[in-house]
C-alpha cells in the first residue's frame, strides 16, 4: 500500500491547480474601466467581406432596387445566414462593391459606420432621408486549444466581446491558461499577435475587448496539463515494457 501511496504521489502533485491560475479579473476592483464608447471601434471592411446592407426611408417605393439583395423589411426579411450570404454584397480584390444605381463603389478601409454614412450620402440623389444598415455576414473567428468547444464560429454581430466569444464556445477548460491567451489577428493584411491576461481586466481598455473578423483565439494548457500529458505518456510506456518483461519472465519459467 505504501508502494502505491508513493506511486500516485506525483498524479496528486501534477493535477494540483492554483485558485489564482483559474480566476477571472482578479483586480477589478482596483482596475478603472473605460466607457464602451471609448474603447469598441466598428469593424474595417475588408476585401472577400460579405455585406448585407439594407436601405430604409419614409418612401418605400424609393427604396423597391435594394430590397433583393438586402432581405429589407418588406415581410420577407431572409433569416437564414447562409441565404442572407447569397444575396449580400462580395467586397472583390478591388475593395469594391456592385450596388444598384451607384455602380462599383470602393468600401475597403472604411468601417461599416462609416460606410453607412457614405452610402446614405451618394443615396440622397436618389432616395430622401435614407437610412442605410451595414452588417459583415461572414464574420467568423477561430478558437483553438483549452477551450470546451474548439472551432470556427460565425456571427452576424459585429460587437462580440472576447468573453462573450469565449462563451460561445463554452468556455475555458479547467486546464486553460487564463493568464496567456493568444489572439492572432488580422489588420490590413498582416498578422498581428497580441497576448491577453484574463486573469486581470487592463485588456478590458483596449481593442482586443472585441473579437474582429477571422481572430484566431489560442487557450494553451497551463503547466501541470502539460506536466501530467508527459508525465502519463512516460507512464504508459513504463508500464508497457513492465507487462511485457512480466509476461516473459512467466513464460520463461514455466
Not at 491560475?21 to 469598441?40: A, F, G, M
Amino acid at each position: 500500500m505504501k508502494k502505491l501511496t508513493t506511486f500516485f504521489i506525483p498524479f496528486l502533485i501534477i493535477g494540483c491547480t492554483s485558485p489564482k491560475e483559474i480566476v477571472y479579473y482578479q483586480d477589478i476592483d482596483r482596475q478603472e474601466l473605460e466607457p464602451v464608447s471609448d474603447v469598441y471601434s466598428h469593424t474595417d471592411v475588408q476585401i472577400n467581406d460579405i455585406l448585407n446592407i439594407e436601405v430604409a426611408a419614409l418612401n418605400t417605393e424609393s427604396v423597391a432596387p435594394y430590397k433583393f439583395n438586402t432581405g429589407g423589411n418588406s415581410g420577407q426579411a431572409v433569416q437564414n445566414v447562409e441565404m442572407l450570404k447569397l444575396m449580400g454584397y462580395l467586397v472583390n480584390s478591388d475593395g469594391k462593391i456592385n450596388f444598384p444605381q451607384l455602380g462599383k463603389i470602393e468600401v475597403k478601409g472604411k468601417n461599416t459606420q462609416e460606410l453607412e454614412l457614405y452610402l446614405e450620402k451618394l443615396l440622397k440623389e436618389f432616395i430622401t432621408n435614407p437610412t442605410v444598415r451595414v452588417r459583415i455576414i461572414n464574420f467568423k473567428f477561430t478558437f483553438e486549444g483549452e477551450v470546451k468547444s474548439p472551432g470556427t464560429y460565425e456571427t452576424t454581430e459585429e460587437n462580440i466581446t472576447l468573453q462573450q466569444a469565449i462563451g460561445i464556445a463554452g468556455g475555458l477548460t479547467i486546464r486553460g491558461k487564463r493568464e496567456n491567451i493568444l489572439i492572432i489577428r488580422q489588420l490590413e493584411g498582416e498578422r498581428v499577435v497580441k497576448r491577453i491576461d484574463m486573469t486581470k481586466t487592463d485588456w478590458m481598455n483596449t481593442e482586443y475587448a472585441y473579437v474582429k473578423p477571422n481572430d484566431i483565439i489560442y487557450v494553451e494548457p497551463n503547466k501541470p496539463q502539460i506536466a501530467s500529458a508527459g508525465f502519463i505518456s512516460n507512464i504508459g510506456t513504463v508500464i508497457s515494457v513492465i507487462s511485457f518483461l512480466t509476461t516473459l519472465t512467466l513464460l520463461i519459467t514455466r
